[in-house]
């Protein structure tokens, strides 16, 4: 069974820093490529990251670009996401998601699994 599990999100001012992880299971978690999307109250789902198997090659939304940054150790099974410079536009629930192939494709962001998500809101 696979299994996505998001931690790390919170209660952050402006400005402020989080890091979010996500511990996988059930699957070759080397193999694939992963990503993040998050969803604000009452929007849809948006994507805002992703990472090819290997690491070497990550892409990120123009919402999120140089404050945000996806890595992943493989030795692990871990995926992470380290937010800089928060703004309250950044407030969502922060999943991470499991694609189909070893190599990120940008121009399809459609996902195979996703988890439950965590909670992250930016707020003075």
Not at 17 to 30: D, E, I, K, N, Y
């Amino acid at each position: 069974e696979v299994q996505l599990v998001e931690s790390g999100g919170g209660l952050v001012q402006p400005g402020g820093s989080l890091r979010l992880s996500c511990v996988t299971s059930g699957f070759a978690f080397r193999t694939y490529s992963m990503g993040w999307v998050r969803q604000a109250p009452g929007k849809g789902l948006e994507w805002i990251s992703g990472i090819d198997n290997d690491g070497r090659r990550t892409r990120y939304a123009d919402s999120v670009s140089g404050r945000f940054t996806i890595s992943r150790n493989n030795a692990a099974n871990t995926l992470y996401l380290q937010m800089n410079s928060l703004k309250p536009e950044d407030t969502a629930v922060y999943s991470c998601v499991k694609y189909i192939g070893s190599v990120f494709n940008p121009r399809d962001t459609r996902y195979q699994y996703r988890g439950q998500g965590t909670q992250v809101t930016v707020s003075a």
